[in-house]
């Protein structure tokens, strides 16, 4: 095997090395208790994307962006994720589910105290998963003829309206787009 010439490039990948793992270790320390005490082994970021339903390029690019903290570099150079790493990408998922942009989820998660473990970016995904914003508008009659022809709003025999709440969302924003009442009632062959 040919030895390679050392050069200050080689020299700074090892201090570099030497600082990551230095750094690291604490951070190993946890990662490593806390997996211990849930029984999960560290995740792969392959593994973590899997687990998360997104791509490893995804989770990458949340890293770089500080959403998402960085992995515990082990042997090999191999980037271990905890618990809190699948928590915190399945808050930025349900931040984005609700319409926030990476921006603003940005600002959300540097809001957030430093040291949240797993359980508590789970109370935090599942609050803004419940959450509904409570704006009343008044709706027009030609709007609410177009929600029941949707079949988002049915006409409930007292006179009062039956609400389809998992299609609500998409029909009020439906009514954005210019669609003929034709076209609206037209039913599609069952």
């Keep these: 095997m040919q030895q390679l010439p050392r050069g200050p490039r080689d020299h700074t990948c090892r201090r570099s090395q030497s600082v990551t793992s230095h750094t690291a270790a604490p951070a190993a320390a946890i990662l490593l208790r806390k997996t211990i005490e849930t029984d999960e082994p560290p995740l792969t970021v392959d593994e973590l994307a899997a687990r998360a339903g997104v791509t490893v390029r995804t989770v990458r690019f949340y890293g770089t962006r500080g959403l ?10 191999v980037g271990h994720y905890g618990p809190e790493h699948l928590a915190r990408l399945e ?8 319409g926030l942009t990476l921006a603003a989820i940005e600002r959300y998660l540097g809001q957030l105290p430093p040291g949240l473990d797993a359980h508590d970016l789970a109370v935090h995904r599942a609050v803004v998963a419940s959450w509904a914003p409570d704006t009343d508008e008044p709706v027009s ?4 003829r177009r929600l029941v022809a949707m079949d988002v709003v049915e006409v409930a025999p007292d006179g009062g309206y039956r609400i389809d709440s998992g299609l609500l969302p998409l029909g009020v924003r439906l009514l954005d787009v210019p669609l003929s009442q034709e076209v609206i009632s037209r039913r599609a062959p069952r």
Aim: proline share 18%.
């Design 68 to 77: 998402l903290p960085p992995p515990v570099i082990g042997p090999r150079r």
């Design 91 to 98: 808050l930025i998922e349900e931040l984005q589910r609700q």
């Design 141 to 144: 009659g030609e709007e609410l």
